[in-house]
């Protein structure tokens, strides 16, 4: 059986959002530190949880510029709980996110949330590799 | 442009000066500049003389409102007819945007002659072509724009108002033909008006397709849409302008000036050539073409650059085209929209000054209208408070400065002229580059143009990683602070629930036989335009009508002409 060496990253954005190239720089960061990335739009956040499984990552980057923050993480921990894969895949969401909300997020389960203006995109990929 | 003399004398003061500079003791020489090329890749000089425009004919800068148009299309311009303030708003409900759009009006927001602007942004479902039903819509219904989807949604935000007072464009993207035959059948069958007397600007789905990775048709079906559009409109609403030169989009994925002009224009000369498989005459098309252009911070490049395609513009319609119209030879720059790229969440105030810079440079192009956008972008969607200022930008350039008192008061520059002259240059080497590859169409089918749009962005992000790129108070001069907890725009779930429940509503009490077999038309004339184009070119924009008419949604037609036309697909 092949052994797993690399970490295995899912980079996804609703494919309603067009402010995508920042992820997309991200995902290319990522690689260059020898992560292994997917990248994927979704149509309904229910899709997520499938690809994260089928493709066995370790990490879920999900990026918010416009909306539905609120309802896509909240589902997007749910499934992943009902799936008990909560403790196996890290979560990191960054976008147009308040304090308020990075709270709310972190409260539900989610392990990093990056808002405006806070650090850059390398320090991301700390937090992913980390 | 100077004849041998002026030149000669030119040569002798460069002379004196480097023989001046010689004699000095090496200490007391300057170091020389440090070389500098602006975003497009043209590389400065220090400054500019007679020399640098002497090979530039006199006819190619010429005088405000002739051809080329370089310098304006007017004679005279914001002496008579400020900037057009053509900022879009809309979120939550049709209530809440009105509401926005009464507040801009007591400002003293106005477009072209005074109307008022309706430039309308649609929620992300709706762009999409997804009823706020759809499952898809989940959690994203009235929270970046407003959700519009049926006859009823277009009353609650329409009615009462004199349409002919209106300058509308409802920003739907993938779902503008939808939600502009829903505008059409609105004012014939609910308001009893005639749509001739509309100003109209359908949002053209082009705005995403050529470089984003989730585009709602495939390329081909797209220009044939929009040809679509395009026709109706100039059919049935002669005084709207359903073409856009987009490079908005472009400049905010990445894309430097140059290469944002080289992409939309070759993208309208596409579209341009596929109205005339349908029988459109360029001279029409053409004139219906409105430019919305990106702003950046490199002030003299964005000048060169506006200037440059209006140049451009009048050049390929006349000698491509054969247009004579002044009308078409005319590139009307009616949105260029500042930066949203240029903006910062650290320290968000600073962005009054770059919103500023940005506008100056629309200004000094002599262009028609701008869509100044707010300080507060790179966190949200605009409060009251921030489009406030916005309002406020635009005003006090056109009444407190004396920016507005002479028509393009830049020209005749060497430095402006030159760069014109070089922006243009490097707009053709992109355009030529895209003939070699085998033309507009294979450059977008196969991913190259949103590879370039990508290489681009990454090269600026990296440039600001490593300091070669400067934004003040985040990778220069930043201290640590704690800004104002953001004010980010959230809107209540009722916004959602209540705009389910309406959909629901309406399709519950409708006459369902009627709405079916009206889609059936709209299925049939989709599959017209996929088999039998051109042939079938302006059956797809009337079926939807008729649709709309019926009490089809919009999602409802999209997904038909989606099943039939093909979706859109990832490249590159």
């Known amino acids: 059986m092949e052994t797993k060496t690399k970490k295995r990253v ?37 899709e997520v949880v499938k690809t994260a499984m089928e493709e066995d990552v370790d990490v879920i980057a999900l990026s918010f510029y416009s909306s539905g923050l609120q309802y896509d993480t909240a589902r997007l921990m749910e499934l992943l709980k009902e799936q008990g894969l909560k403790d196996e895949i890290k979560v990191v969401i960054g976008g147009t996110i308040s304090e308020g909300e990075k709270k709310e997020l972190i409260k539900i389960g989610v392990d990093e949330v990056f808002m405006p203006g806070v650090g850059t995109l390398l320090d991301v990929v700390e937090r992913v590799n980390a | 442009m100077f004849n041998d003399d002026t030149l000669k004398k030119q040569q002798i003061l460069e002379e004196q000066l480097m023989a001046a500079m010689k004699a000095m003791p090496a200490e007391a020489v300057p170091p020389p500049p440090p070389p500098v090329s602006n975003w497009s890749g043209i590389k400065l000089k220090p400054s500019y003389s007679p020399a640098d425009i002497k090979d530039i004919g006199f006819q190619e800068i010429g005088i405000p409102g002739n051809f080329p148009f370089v ?26 945007t009105r509401q926005r759009r009464e507040f801009l009006q007591q400002l003293g927001s106005r477009s072209q002659g ?20 759809n499952p898809a819509a989940r959690g994203k219904v009235g929270e970046c724009g407003c959700s519009f989807s049926t006859l009823d949604d277009f009353s609650e935000y329409f009615d009462g108002l004199d349409i002919t007072k209106l300058f509308t464009a409802l920003l739907a993207i993938d779902n503008a033909l939808p939600i502009n035959a829903l505008f059409a059948a609105y004012i014939r069958d ?41 026709k109706w409109h100039i059919d049935n609403m002669p005084r709207s302008c359903p073409g856009a030169f987009d490079g908005y989009n472009l400049g905010e994925s990445g894309a430097p000036p140059a290469m944002e002009v080289a992409f939309a224009m070759a993208h309208t000369i596409a579209a341009i050539e596929e109205c005339q498989k349908v029988g459109l005459d360029p001279n029409i098309v053409a004139a219906k073409y409105l430019g919305h252009p990106h702003a950046c911070m490199n002030f003299f490049e964005e000048v060169a650059k506006l200037r440059a395609t209006r ?26 929209q500042t930066a949203g790229t240029e903006l910062t969440a650290q320290e968000i105030y600073n962005n009054i000054i770059r919103i500023t810079v940005m506008t100056m440079a629309g200004m000094m192009a002599d262009i028609e209208g701008m869509w100044v956008v707010s300080y507060d972008e790179a966190i949200s969607i605009p409060t009251e408070q921030a489009v406030k200022v916005c309002v406020r930008t635009y005003q006090i350039l056109q009444e407190e400065t004396d920016l507005p008192h002479v028509t393009d008061p830049l020209g005749g520059s060497y430095y ?147 099943e039939n036309l093909g979706y859109g697909y990832f490249s590159g």
């Open chain 2, 71 to 96: 310098r304006s299309n007017y004679p005279f311009h914001y002496q008579v007819e400020p900037m057009h303030m053509n900022q879009g708003y809309g979120f939550a409900t049709t209530e809440e």
């Open chain 2, 190 to 230: 609910r308001r009893k008006e005639n749509w001739a007397d509309m100003w109209n600007l359908p949002c053209n789905l082009f705005h995403h397709q050529q470089f984003w990775d989730a585009a709602g048709y495939p390329p081909k079906t797209a220009l044939k849409m929009s040809t679509e559009l395009i």
């Open chain 2, 114 to 133: 005074g109307l008022v602007t309706a430039v309308m942004t649609l929620d992300l479902p709706t762009q999409r072509g997804l009823d706020p039903d």
């Open chain 2, 416 to 562: 402006v002229e030159w760069l014109t002259s070089e922006m243009e240059k490097e707009i053709l080497k992109i355009m030529d580059e895209m003939d070699k590859r085998g033309g507009y169409l294979k450059c977008w089918e196969s991913g190259w143009i949103r590879g370039q749009v990508q290489d681009a962005a990454f090269k600026r992000f990296k440039k600001l990683e490593s300091g070669e790129a400067i934004k003040i108070g985040v990778n220069k001069y930043r201290i640590e602070e704690t800004d104002p907890e953001a004010n980010i725009y959230r809107r209540p779930i009722e916004v959602e629930e209540k705009a389910i429940e309406r959909v629901r509503r309406y399709k519950a009490n409708r006459n369902q036989e009627k709405v079916k077999a009206a889609l059936e038309q709209v299925r049939i004339a989709a599959i017209k335009v996929d088999k039998e184009w051109p042939g079938s070119g302006g059956v797809l924009m009337p079926a939807l009508v008729e649709a709309a008419s019926a009490g089809a949604t919009a999602g409802e037609m999209s997904k038909i002409m989606q």
């Open chain 1, 10 to 46: 899912l980079v996804t954005k609703s494919d309603q959002d067009a402010h995508e190239v920042s992820v997309r720089y991200l995902t290319q960061l990522l690689r260059d530190k020898g992560m292994e990335v997917i990248f994927t739009r979704y149509s309904i956040i229910d």
């Open chain 2, 311 to 336: 140049r451009l513009w009048a050049k390929i319609m006349a000698q491509r085209f054969g247009c004579t119209s002044p009308d078409a030879l005319r590139h009307k720059i009616v949105i260029a």
